[in-house]
């Protein structure tokens, strides 16, 4: 299955591997490469203009085909703002990319910059080869407070994921739903099965982590959390419309769905999900501030692990990289950097523990949980495996088998466990 944005974006990749120098860009001008494009690209443009980037860096958006940066080619951009930090290792040892200068990582007089979780991925052989720029939490649950009041379903920040199942229920005779699941986009059903995993067994979420390619998917936790997901799937209350609705849903439109058609209750989505949340609320012709509920993703029971995964994008220079990337890289690297984006546009945390940001009410326990214990997305750090073409997939076709035969969720977690173990 491809995103839309795939699509749109596949005629970006070939340029990059076949076209001659300067095709892509302005001549005499360094080009960063991102994945973001709507409101998260236009906010970076704003971040170049208030450094006084943005006629010396040109951006090229390449969407899901990011990784194409980093095949090499005349056309190749200098600077590339990698949304995989755990593959920034692989990329170095394939001589991909240039080293970045170790000031970078502390300040003389505060100390260091980042919190270790990023420096476990981010150096090869005890350099580093990247800069964190933009963290991202992807254990949030972001809900209506007016719509769980009226459907009398109580407050979900008080939720185990045993409540969950409970409420879908309630909901059966209802016109409410309890979750907005956009599917159609592969990173949002792997972070949802991360964090069911986590809540499940945090050990076994580092083991597969740490294992890389090499994970071992035959685990019981990772059964767990399939038939947590397959049992909430197996409900017509779960998902407005249901499963098949779900799998062709997208990020904005999942947002959407609970906040300004008020169809659902709540939506797992990371912090960038704010400005939407914001329209989308606006349109509803309500005020966020009254609305707006957030959490983080709940645990199996009340005194269980919650899990806190990050994500985030990850500044890396190319091999052919020249000064005027590496100076553009710094500027960028600055803890005041991102200040404009945070203060004009919302959903932006920032990684740099001395970026000193006003953060909304929404985002503040988020910027201050990121400083502390957390562990990295595992779908950025399973090869392969935790791809489009591999855990989205399988977590597609398994809520697809789910959906078929809804009295046999154990048989579509065995067929699901199978393929990952099998890949």
Same mark, same amino acid.
């Given at each position: ?105 502390? &300040? ?28 991202? #939490? ?5 809900? #209506?407070? /007016?719509?769980? /009041? ?5 407050? %979900?920040?008080?939720? +185990? ?22 599917? @159609? ?8 099965? /991360? ?6 067994? %945090? ?12 994970? /071992? ?27 098949? +609705? @779900?799998? +062709? ?14 169809? @659902? ?5 990371? &912090? ?152």
């Amino acid at each position: 299955m491809l995103t839309r944005r795939t699509l749109l974006h596949a005629a970006l990749v070939a340029p990059l591997a076949a076209c001659g120098k300067g095709v892509l860009g302005t001549p005499g001008t360094v080009q960063i490469a991102v994945s973001w494009s709507g409101s998260e690209l236009a906010a970076f443009r704003t971040v170049l203009d208030a450094l006084s980037l943005s006629g010396s860096v040109e951006v090229i958006p390449l969407g899901d085909e990011i990784g194409t940066a980093l095949t090499g080619g005349r056309s190749a951009p200098e600077l590339v703002m990698l949304p995989q930090a755990g593959r920034v290792r692989e990329f170095a040892e394939r001589g991909a990319l240039r080293d970045i200068s170790e000031s970078l990582w502390a &300040d003389e007089a505060q100390g260091p910059c980042y919190p270790p979780v990023w420096r476990a991925l981010l150096y090869h052989n005890g350099r580093p080869y990247g800069v964190p720029f933009k963290a991202a #939490d992807k254990s949030l649950v972001w809900f #209506d407070r /007016e719509s769980a /009041e009226e459907s009398a379903i109580g407050n %979900p920040a008080l939720w +185990t994921l045993e409540d969950w199942l409970t409420r879908i229920e309630f909901l059966a005779d209802k016109d409410m739903r309890l979750l907005a699941l956009a599917a @159609a986009d592969g990173w949002v059903l792997t972070d949802l099965f /991360e964090n069911l995993l986590y809540a499940q067994s %945090p050990e076994t979420y580092a083991t597969l982590a740490d294992s890389g390619n090499d994970a /071992e998917w035959e685990r019981d936790a990772v059964r767990a959390a399939l038939h947590r997901l397959g049992a909430w799937s197996a409900h017509d209350s779960a998902y407005p419309g249901g499963v098949g +609705t @779900a799998l +062709t849903m997208q990020f904005s439109d999942a947002v959407r769905e609970v906040f300004e058609r008020r169809r @659902a209750v709540l939506v797992v989505a990371p &912090d960038f999900a704010e400005p939407i949340v914001r329209k989308a609320v606006a349109a509803s012709g309500r005020n966020p501030y009254d609305v707006v509920g957030v959490t983080g993703f709940p645990g199996v029971e009340a005194a269980g692990p919650s899990p806190r995964i990050v994500g985030g994008d990850v500044l890396v220079l190319t091999r052919g990289a020249g000064d005027r990337a590496e100076r553009a890289l710094v500027t960028l690297a600055a803890p005041s950097a991102p200040l404009q984006w945070i203060n004009m546009f919302h959903g932006f945390l920032a990684p740099n523990l001395h970026t000193d940001a006003a953060y909304s009410p929404f985002l503040r326990p988020s910027a201050q949980r990121l400083r502390g214990e957390v562990i990295f997305d595992l779908s950025d750090r399973t090869g392969p495996a935790g791809g489009r073409s591999e855990l989205w997939r399988v977590l597609t076709e398994f809520l697809v088998a789910v959906d078929a035969d809804r009295s046999h969720v154990g048989r579509a977690v065995n067929d699901a466990v199978s393929a990952l173990a099998g890949r």
